[in-house]
């Protein structure tokens, strides 16, 4: 086949068209040169792949290559379209990189596009998960608690119980020993003193006092007051 290729001199239309009979038929393998000024098509019933590029080469050199000169607005230089509704592309390796996006414009470039109807959750790439914290861990956390010890609202405490006079302990889901806390009485007459302490890694001890004279500034027992409590990480 390679010797009619080369002797005959009937121009690029016989390579495209051997290329098309010698792939219409089983276990036929093609060497070939440039397809040039054509379009080469491959139509096939097969069960598994119509076009197949293998380089048994090892350490080094690819499958295949595409190159194009489209400009934004035209067709881009690889399309894959699937009739069915299975995956378009799927890429693999041995190693632990999948695949490179490169950009050489001018100006921020923008590594893939999403169309409309692409509002899925993507597990493993998304906005939720930075530096492997969860967007739940980014948030600060927070606990609003009753003047009787009970939690009414919270993001990542998990309980808080009234252990004496104005003195409280609140609970949190995860590790907060390297956070900052804040604490607030929500009582807006006589509003008093509130202080805050880490008992254990997920314990903040919360103590509210009264108000302290007209003025607050006067000293003041314990005593039981609803409170706001503010953990930043």
């Known amino acids: 086949m390679r010797r009619l290729f080369r002797n005959a001199g009937l121009g690029p239309w016989i390579l495209a068209s051997a290329l098309v009979l010698a792939l219409g038929g089983s276990g036929v393998a093609l060497a070939a040169g440039a397809i040039s000024g054509t379009t080469a098509r491959f139509t096939a019933d097969t069960p598994r792949y119509t076009e197949l590029a293998r380089n048994t080469r090892a350490g080094d050199g690819g499958a295949s290559a595409d190159v194009?000169?489209?400009?934004?607005?035209?067709?881009?230089?690889?399309?894959?379209?699937?009739?069915?509704?299975?995956?378009?592309?799927?890429?693999?390796?041995r190693g632990t990189q999948g695949f490179r996006l490169q950009t050489s414009g001018a100006g921020e470039a923008t590594p893939f596009v999403l169309d409309a109807n692409a509002t899925g959750?993507?597990?493993?790439?998304?906005?939720?998960s930075v530096d492997g914290l969860d967007s739940t861990q980014l948030q600060a956390q927070f606990a609003v608690v009753n003047a009787d010890g009970s939690l009414s609202g919270a993001r990542?405490?998990?309980?808080?119980?009234?252990?004496?006079?104005?003195?409280?302990?609140?609970?949190?889901?995860?590790?907060?020993?390297?956070?900052?806390?804040t604490a607030n009485e929500t009582t807006i007459t006589d509003a008093g003193a509130v202080a805050v302490q880490r008992q254990s890694p997920t314990v903040i001890r919360v103590a509210t006092r009264k108000g302290g004279?007209?003025?607050?500034?006067?000293?003041?027992?314990?005593?039981?007051?609803?409170?706001?409590?503010?953990?930043?990480c």
């Open 68 to 93: 194009c000169n489209a400009n934004t607005g035209a067709e881009p230089c690889l399309n894959m379209v699937n009739k069915g509704n299975g995956f378009a592309a799927a890429f693999r390796t």
């Open 121 to 128: 959750k993507v597990q493993f790439l998304n906005a939720d």
């Open 156 to 181: 990542g405490a998990t309980g808080s119980s009234r252990v004496g006079d104005g003195t409280y302990d609140v609970t949190f889901g995860s590790d907060i020993s390297s956070c900052v806390y």
């Open 213 to 232: 004279g007209a003025d607050g500034t006067g000293p003041s027992d314990r005593q039981n007051r609803p409170f706001n409590l503010v953990v930043n």
